[in-house]
T-cell receptor, first 112, second 111 residues
Framework: KAGVTQTPRYLIKTRGQQVTLSCSPISGHRSVSWYQQTPGQGLQFLFEYFSETQRNKGNFPGRFSGRQFSNSRSEMNVSTLELGDSALYLC???????????FGPGTRLTVT | KQEVTQIPAALSVPEGENLVLNCSFTDSAIYNLQWFRQDPGKGLTSLLLIQSSQREQTSGRLNASLDKSSGRSTLYIAASQPGDSATYLCAAANRDDKIIFGKGTRLHILP
């Protein structure tokens, strides 16, 4: 069974731009969660989608948004990028929320 | 508000030794607790998941325990190998469906 895939793997953007990251969950998984990982803050929860509905949201500004499609694939969007948005963005899928999570390899975003 | 703490932040042990990694959480009303391994610049690999009704889980040389009353979980690694070098993270899934991660313990196995 294929694992969680994330595209792109690496991305360099400039301040003020916007970015869209994509996550394809394991087949059959309906829950997709997004996390931001930085050396200082560690792993922080962004949001979780289940059956196309956002079920939970972390403490991030409205510049961070996401969505989930009917095939469970998910995208997250960050608008008006700031230097502090540079991070590894990880997505995880699970069969149901709060079940065992399987992580993708992450997208490394660098904002210059 | 759930807080998850992992101490120490970094640990170095000689190859072959058994070791214990610690994870503590403030809210005992968890749904499950999961241990992950992360290699530098990579995603997380799930190691063990302990449901709230369980006391421990084992996989190969790894054993994870859960004591909800004391708010603690431990990951025991037997006969450590250089390939075990990585960052180990624990994550508590709360009953409000939020998953809170610790900041991890960076483990270095000395050959």
């Amino acid at each position: 069974k294929a694992g969680v895939t994330q595209t792109p793997r690496y991305l360099i953007k400039t301040r003020g731009q916007q970015v869209t990251l994509s996550c394809s969950p394991i087949s059959g998984h309906r829950s997709v969660s997004w996390y931001q990982q930085t050396p200082g803050q560690g792993l922080q929860f962004l949001f979780e989608y289940f059956s196309e509905t956002q079920r939970n949201k972390g403490n991030f500004p409205g510049r961070f948004s996401g969505r989930q499609f009917s095939n469970s694939r998910s995208e997250m969007n960050v608008s008006t990028l700031e230097l502090g948005d540079s991070a590894l963005y990880l997505c995880a899928s699970s069969f149901l929320d709060a079940y065992e999570q399987y992580f993708g390899p992450g997208t490394r975003l660098t904002v210059t | 508000k759930q807080e998850v703490t992992q101490i120490p932040a970094a640990l170095s042990v000689p190859e072959g030794e058994n070791l214990v990694l610690n994870c503590s959480f403030t809210d005992s009303a968890i749904y499950n607790l999961q241990w992950f391994r992360q290699d530098p610049g990579k995603g997380l690999t799930s190691l063990l998941l302990i449901q709230s009704s369980q006391r421990e889980q084992t996989s190969g040389r790894l054993n994870a325990s859960l004591d909800k009353s004391s708010g603690r979980s431990t990951l025991y690694i037997a006969a450590s190998q250089p390939g075990d070098s990585a960052t180990y993270l624990c994550a508590a899934a709360n009953r409000d469906d939020k998953i809170i991660f610790g900041k991890g313990t960076r483990l270095h196995i000395l050959p």
